[in-house]
């Protein structure tokens, strides 16, 4: 069974603070993508990596896809209140399996 | 972007009755889908594999014959959690792949709630 694995499960900083969110498997993936989750609702796609070693920007999150394919990151600079959410990684085979999931509070 | 419906929103059922939720691709063909279940503040935990013509694929775990899935369309999947107990009591969240696309395309989810 693949397991993705996140860290850490729970996270709560003060807005204009910067954090990291990591996603390991000890399984190879053709891609990752990361997601973000309000409650009640279904998630969003973030982002989709492919390549080892990719990083890709959007405003002020970056993420970064291990050079084997194993593993990836997302980076926040400056949180703002409205990233409170779940983040959640997916990596994709012939199904989508979600990692374990970071629950992320940013205070005012 | 691609859409993806779900019905019901929100279901209140009585325990031992089944209930039955609905997966729609609205503007595109999904020969899969996925059905996913989620507890509060958890992940998405996959629970089978929908395939149009031929049966589910079920994740090791999960009863089949507990959650009876038919994918009678192109476009529609659906789930059925059959005599429906508290425990049953979760978000249930499809997703559809458009055909050709790495991309997976999630509905807004069900809430099923089991007195």
């Known amino acids: 069974t693949q397991l993705l694995e996140q860290s850490p499960q729970f996270l709560s900083i003060q807005e204009g603070e910067n954090l990291t969110v990591y996603c390991n498997s000890s399984s190879v993936f053709s891609s990752l993508q990361w997601y973000r989750q309000e409650p009640g609702e279904g998630p969003v796609l973030l982002v989709t990596?492919?390549?080892?070693?990719e990083v890709k920007k959007l405003k002020r999150l970056t993420f970064q896809f291990g050079d084997a394919r194993k593993d990836s990151s997302l980076h926040i600079t400056a949180a703002q209140t409205g990233d409170t959410g779940l983040y959640l990684c997916?990596?994709?085979?012939?199904?989508?399996?979600f990692g374990t999931g970071t629950l992320l509070a940013v205070q005012p | 972007g691609a859409v993806v419906s779900q019905h019901p929103s929100r279901v209140i059922c009585k325990s031992g009755t089944s209930v039955k939720i609905e997966c729609r691709s609205l503007?595109?063909?999904?020969?899969?889908m996925f059905w996913y279940r989620q507890f509060p503040k958890q992940s998405l935990m996959l629970m089978a594999t929908?395939?149009?013509?031929?049966?589910?694929?079920?994740e090791q775990g999960v009863e089949k014959d507990k959650f009876l899935i038919n994918h009678a369309s192109l476009t529609l999947s659906t789930l059925t959690v059959t005599s429906a107990h508290p425990e049953d009591s979760s978000f249930y969240i499809c997703?559809?792949?458009?055909?050709?696309?790495?991309?997976?395309?999630f509905g807004p989810g069900t809430r099923l709630t089991v007195l």
């Open positions: 503007d595109f063909q999904a020969t899969t």
């Open positions: 929908s395939n149009e013509g031929s049966k589910a694929t079920y």
């Open positions: 990596v492919v390549t080892g070693g």
């Open positions: 997703s559809a792949p458009r055909n050709g696309d790495n991309e997976q395309f």
């Open positions: 997916g990596g994709a085979t012939n199904k989508l399996i």
